[in-house]
């Protein structure tokens, strides 16, 4: 790796950098800029997302700087002004922010980070929060998915070797830990984020001796109480299974040591499983767990459990760490206002000839609507920033698609989303410990009905617009449309 | 980011140590093992795959040492020997490296690297060899399906934003490169890889100025030479571009300058590309050029072209640098052969039920054998490591799983594909630059025929084995199906 990684100020499209010597040239570096992160569309059409990555998002910023040698590299590139590198030289974050904590539920269209800074600033800040909060949250939706699937059962994160890349590996370790994960295999994920890393052993463990039996009993001998034996190297029901068998009765049930596991890795699940599971309560080990791993996924542990399949634990890789099925979360970064010198704040927003690409202008805020009764969501409200809800009246929401449906609330509570992480550029956000943000999220889930949570086909959660947002949004629609005549 | 970052030895699926602790335990430690690395199946269904990523396994290997912090760490897990700790503190990698050069065509089944190294070292360095090799091989390979699409047109990579992390951005776009695409967006790729890195503008410096006028007039004031004004904030064939084209004769033409463009951000580029196109011409910019992107990826690329869109260069974000269509790119890293006090090598194997997942045993070498007369790869042939091939002799080779396919070679050449990389320990093999590997990588493909490079349903590439190979593989599964009776 590159000592360059600790600061990754460069990891930034080169676009926003010709854009800030514009904003420079053109005296528009100041202007203080609106700009939310959302996106359009859940991963595997699920009913619901989970932010993640803000943690990063803030370190990131926090040391936000640029150095010599990039300062160097822009003047090579014989583009940009003395007077823009001078500033680059000098950079450090002003702004506010604004986002929901991880391990939050997130939808389609509303805010899940707003950030209010000067132009450049808030341009060059685009790439990184993006990449973050997308791969984060993607892997934190994905692994809650699977966990979900296993009902109950410990999911154990195994996908490092298969990531894309080493930031893909750590980092979406620990999203997956925040979406539901047991646990990781990855070491560094458990050493720099605390999420608990196992393993047992490999093929290559079992092939280094001169037979099987040997291998499970080196291992025994060595970790009585994490004894976690793989059996599929030669023949799983054959050969496998009966010296694990073997080995557990000779060393670990003298010792009394009950907590010991198989681990299986190829072939049919459902079928090896339940075979073994026979095997071992006939042997007297009902105790004995079993592991099971190979390309799994929540569609597969679905199945496999629907077929009786006897796993205790499952082990998933490639299919959760790269989010296999959709392995892009769209997160966007859109202007959506800008103030002038007297604090003025005028909406801007983007049109497009597909109706769902158009923003929703405006610094806002983000309700969630919960019925007082069921404590379940109903639905999240997008107001302008200066707009609160009052709970303690009827309050009427529509669609913003299909206005004519209503629905009027009596009995209900409202939860601001957003909270302050910056405010003049100091962090004013302490970022709950990874368990809180895991148990956080599993609360978080269980708000939402069982029919957003479907996997197939879910129920569509509403994102509505206050009646100002809505009026303003229209109104920004003709205006613009006319000016582009 | 964290300064962990820069030392990336604790990115190891902890089973690694409970094994290399295992393996001390039992004396195994000094025991030099052989390990293969190597893949099942070619991502897309494709006829080849491209190897990318060893440059950043050997500065990895190079730098590859446990902190003080790292010690504590396992010490904290309480399973670890003390002896075992001592030696993770002093350890350096001691063995020997062979691998493939980056950009070379590479198929499944065969070693594109090998690890001879005592057993806990080539264990320690699995995980990261393994997903930095399975990630920028993922992304050349993709990278370089795109790119032939475009029939000659650059590709730039555009997809930081929806990356899997820092390093899927970074190094996806280094791999990008090698596959072929012309240039990225992404900063830090460029200053730490020498990827010329490239951007204009986003919707965000349109929508700062009071019009779309104004804001390509400032543009083009600044970047008179570096013009490629974004067209579809508010309405593409209506407002932006004949905005563009004002502006362009206003501003550009008098001075004589000529190599602007035009940017398509939505929509469909077919139609809007071809109407643009019109427009631009009737203006007397036949000059112009059209960057088009969307969601863009080989196939849509193929029928964009076969319908006549009129683009120059395509910009290509998420389905590049996660390789959407095929997010994994499966390599394993399999024990090969075990080598005795007396340098004596053993042979060792995998079995599996499913044919395809038993291993070629071995310490081998991969030949690629060419066709003297059009220089065409024919097949490659893995080969015990002390096999040569006599090009000056009749060669018979043979399909491994239906032996009967026979073809007997004469006008032939063999190019051993491994070179040395490390030799007890020292890094012997110098990287070329990235232009070189690129370059190299262009000619590779152009060895292959072009049934090998068709998208759907590509012929097969023959890897086949040596007789004496094929016999110790057919006894070793015999003997170890016995064995596990």
């Known amino acids: 790796m590159n000592s360059k990684n600790e600061n990754l100020a460069m990891l930034c499209d080169f676009y926003e950098f010709t854009m800030g010597n514009g904003y420079l040239k053109n005296n528009l570096h100041k202007k203080n800029v609106y700009f939310d992160v959302f996106f359009r569309n859940i991963p595997d059409d699920g009913g619901f997302a989970i932010a993640a990555g803000l943690q990063q998002v803030i370190e990131y910023i926090k040391d936000l700087h640029f150095d010599k040698e990039d300062i160097e590299y822009f003047r090579s590139k014989n583009m940009f002004s003395e007077d823009f590198l001078e500033y680059l030289a000098d950079f450090k974050f002003t702004g506010d922010i604004y986002a929901v904590p991880e391990g939050t539920c997130i939808f389609p269209r509303e805010p899940i980070m707003t950030i209010k800074a000067p132009a450049i600033e808030a341009q060059i800040l685009e790439t990184f929060i993006l990449l973050t909060l997308n791969h984060q949250s993607l892997i934190a939706t994905k692994a809650n998915r699977i966990v979900r699937a296993a009902q109950g059962r410990p999911v154990l994160e195994f996908g490092s070797r298969r990531a894309q890349g080493a930031d893909g590996a750590v980092k979406g370790a620990r999203a997956a830990y925040i979406g539901g994960c047991a646990g990781t295999a990855c070491t560094l994920t458990d050493e720099l984020y605390q999420v608990p890393a196992s393993g047992t052993m490999a093929h290559a463990w079992v092939q280094m001796f001169d037979s099987e039996y040997e291998a499970f009993k080196a291992y025994c001998e060595i970790y009585p109480h994490n004894a976690v034996l793989l059996v599929d190297t030669y023949n799983t029901l054959k050969s496998g299974v009966p010296n694990a068998i073997r080995v557990f009765k000779e060393m670990l049930v003298p010792q009394g040591i009950t907590n010991f596991a198989i681990r299986l890795d190829s072939g049919d699940i459902s079928y090896l499983s339940k075979q073994a599971r026979k095997m071992l309560d006939e042997a007297g080990l009902t105790n004995c767990k079993i592991v099971a791993s ?192």
């Open 294 to 485: 190979n390309a799994l996924d929540e569609h597969l542990i679905r199945d496999l459990l629907m077929q009786g399949a006897k796993v205790d634990v499952f082990g998933v890789g490639e299919r959760m760490i790269t989010s296999k099925s959709a392995p892009v979360f769209g997160g966007v970064y859109k202007l959506v206002a800008i103030e002038n010198e007297n604090g003025e704040i005028t909406p801007k927003i983007k049109l497009s000839e597909n109706i769902s690409k158009i923003t929703n202008p405006h610094f806002k805020k983000v309700y969630r609507l919960y019925d007082k009764e069921t404590g379940k969501a109903i639905a999240d409200e997008l107001c302008l920033y200066n707009e609160t809800i009052d709970t303690t009246k009827e309050h009427t929401i529509f669609d913003p698609n299909a206005t004519w449906k209503q629905k009027t609330l009596t009995n209900f509570t409202a939860r601001e989303l957003q909270v302050p992480i910056f405010k003049n550029g100091e962090c004013v956000y302490e970022s709950p410990s990874i368990e809180e943000i895991k148990a956080y999220c599993q609360k978080e889930v269980e708000t939402l009905w069982d029919e957003v949570k479907r996997f197939e086909n879910p129920h569509r959660y509403y994102v509505d617009l206050s009646q100002k947002l809505w009026d303003i949004k229209k109104e920004l629609c003709v205006k613009n449309a006319m000016k582009s005549k």
